[in-house]
Each structure stands twice: as C-alpha cells, then as structure tokens.
C-alpha cells in the first residue's frame, strides 16, 4: 500500500461506521453500501487497497465472514479486484457500466447509476445519402438523406463505446443544429419522434486500429458490437446505430421472462417481475 493510498484509507477509517444489525438491511450489504459512497465521494480512489480482511473486519467490529460478503458484492459488481500472494489484497478498481438492454433508460442515465460522470465526444455529424444497408431498417427509398453521426460515449473521461447512427433526414429538419452531445432520444422526442421499441442484434468482435485509438484499447481487441433499430410509435423507423462497447468496461444485461406456450395461442408467464412501463425495448442514447 503507498502512503498516498494509506491516508486515505486511514482517514476513511478515522472515525468507522456504525453498522446497524436491527436494519432490515443485511450488514453485509451495509457494508458495500458505504465502501461504495466512499468511492463514489473520491475518498477511495481506483487503486487503492483495503487493509487486510483481519485488520479491517476488527476496525469495522465485524465478523470476517460478514466483511467477506460485504466485499464480494462488490468484486461482481466489478468495484474492487481481489489479487493473491504477499503483494495482493483488495484493490479498488473503475467500476463496469451496467447497461439495461430491456428498458429505454438512456446511456446517461446508466452511467450515473454507477457513480461515474457520462459524457459524450461527437466525431462526425453530416448530411449524407442514406447508405444501402440502411435503407431496410429505416425503410428509405434510394437517394434518400439521412443524418449521419458518429460519437464516443464517456464515463470520467473514458472511452466506453463508439456509436454510428442514421436518422431519416426529412423528419428531423435542423437535427444538426441541435446539441447532439446529449442524449439523442431525448431531442428525438422534440420531434414527436421519441422511441418506443428497439430491435437490437448483438455479435462479438475486434476492435480495428481506428476504433481501438478511438477507445484507447489494444488493436484486436474484443468488443461487442450492437446494431440497433429504433421505433417510434406506429413502428417508424427513427434510427438504426451500430455501437462498439467496451467489454471491460460495460456490461450489458437483458431481463427475460420465462413462460409456456398455451394451446391455441398466447404465453403463460412464470417467472419474473412486471417490466417498468415503457420497456419494451430500449437505448443507450
């Protein structure tokens, strides 16, 4: 541990929490609760490593068993890194975006969940004939204009994900003169335009020289490329994107529901919570 790291740590753990074992939360959860308030107010830092499971379960009066639980709900959550050997112990590190592919929460929205500041750089934003393979998902005729353009999505300044979207030109007039560092949904939506459903197919690949300078990752190295049709009401098509992620930096999640298929037609549902209104589909954007 360096002394920069261990003055925070010793100062986080000046004055320990008092962890309540009448809450109806579980103290264990308690625990990655305030580890993680203390990343997220900078007072743990990516980096930083927690004192050992001994010393820090004595220094919190809790069983090392329940410090443990505490801990590994946050190494899945990919907040901290557990190295063994002498030189090893629990190390903070930048936290995954999780990002819903079921609702329509935008990548803003996501990033802020995770207590990281989103942000957004635009590459390219130009008129252009729609290109062939667009012309399908938007259902264009040929020589139709679309708006073409290209963004890389931040979280703290990093490099998560490159986004190439479409939208149909005649529809959205003056959409270029707009701030298209937000979220394009939202501006969308000023058109009446905002969508509804999302047709998403999702395929792993590799990034390609410029990609990978643009994500500031290795060339060859693994993405997970989204290509996406957005629909809004009626089924009209407002835009089509493929978007590279990260997958060492995001991770993306689905929810499903589990039924039978009844005779004569129709699904029995099983399993699974009822989706939030407005979910079905969804948009990083």
Known sequence: ????????????????????????????????????????????????RLPAERELSALLGVSRM?????????????VVTRVPGRDGGAFITEPKVECDLTGLPGFSAQ??????????????????????????PLR??????????????????????????????????????????????ALLATWGLQPETAVEYLEPTTASSADAALLEVPDGSPLMGIERTAFALAGVPVEFSRDLFRPDRVRLMV?????????????????????????AGRALH
């Open 66 to 78: 329940t410090l443990r639980q505490g801990v590994e709900g946050l190494e899945r959550r990919g």
């Open 255 to 279: 929810r499903s529901r589990v039924g039978v298929e009844l005779e004569g037609g129709g699904v029995l549902d099983l399993v699974g919570p009822p989706e939030p209104a407005g979910s």
């Open 111 to 136: 990033v802020r969940r995770t207590n990281l500041r989103p942000g957004s750089v635009v590459l390219s934003a130009r008129e252009v004939r729609c290109p062939g393979d667009v012309l399908g």
């Open 140 to 185: 264009l005729q040929p020589r139709a204009k679309t708006f073409e353009i290209i963004r890389v999505r931040l979280a703290n300044d990093t490099p998560l994900a490159i986004e190439r979207s479409y939208f149909p030109a005649k529809p959205l007039p003056g959409m270029l003169e707009r701030d298209l560092t937000g979220s394009m949904y």
């Open 1 to 48: 541990m360096t002394r920069t790291d261990g003055d925070r740590v010793r100062r986080l753990l000046a004055k320990p929490p008092v962890f309540l074992r009448t809450s109806s939360v579980a103290v264990h959860a308690q625990i990655e609760q305030w580890l993680t308030a203390a990343i997220a107010n900078g007072w743990l830092v990516t980096g930083d």
